[in-house]
């Protein structure tokens, strides 16, 4: 069973998000995401500065088996890049919810994680897709 945490919001295309107090969102790829990828051999992040939207494509993530997109679960603009990653894609494996986490947004509306699945909701979609 894929963990999943109960302090972060989720989408079905398996992205979780985290807000801070201060409206920051980081976003990144699920345990069950990185399971079904495999060795994450890279990860593509949006441009500093970016805006992306929630429920659109905002990066891209490569394993030695599959490339998978990455969507944002909320709209606003890129205020950090894990650069890390581009030197060790690996982290989205070894620690998908900490170190793996992918780029962080200024939250444009928090209305939109209302819209967004507590962890009970997205344990029951990782069900019906296993």
């Known amino acids: 069973m894929s963990e999943i945490p109960s302090d972060l919001k989720y989408i079905e295309t398996h992205?979780?998000?985290?807000v801070d107090a201060d409206g920051?969102?980081?976003?990144?790829?699920?345990?069950?995401?990185?399971?079904?990828?495999?060795?994450?051999?890279y990860i593509g992040v949006p441009e500093m500065g970016a805006t992306v939207n929630g429920g659109e494509e905002a990066g891209v993530a490569e394993s030695v088996k599959s490339a998978s997109?990455?969507?944002?679960?909320?709209t606003g603009e890129v205020i950090e890049i894990n650069e890390k990653l581009e030197d060790e894609p690996e982290i989205v494996n070894?620690?998908?919810?900490?170190?793996?986490?992918m780029f962080k947004v200024k939250l444009a509306d928090e209305?939109?994680?209302?819209?967004?699945?507590?962890?009970?909701?997205?344990?029951?979609?990782?069900?019906?897709e296993e």
Do not use: C, K
Not at 69 to 74: A, E, G, L, R, T
């Open 94 to 101: 070894e620690d998908p919810y900490g170190d793996g986490w």
């Open 15 to 18: 992205q979780w998000v985290r």
């Open 111 to 128: 209305g939109e994680l209302e819209g967004l699945m507590d962890a009970a909701a997205y344990a029951e979609h990782v069900a019906a």
């Open 69 to 74: 997109d990455v969507f944002s679960p909320v």
């Open 24 to 41: 920051t969102a980081t976003v990144g790829i699920t345990d069950f995401a990185q399971e079904q990828l495999g060795d994450v051999v």
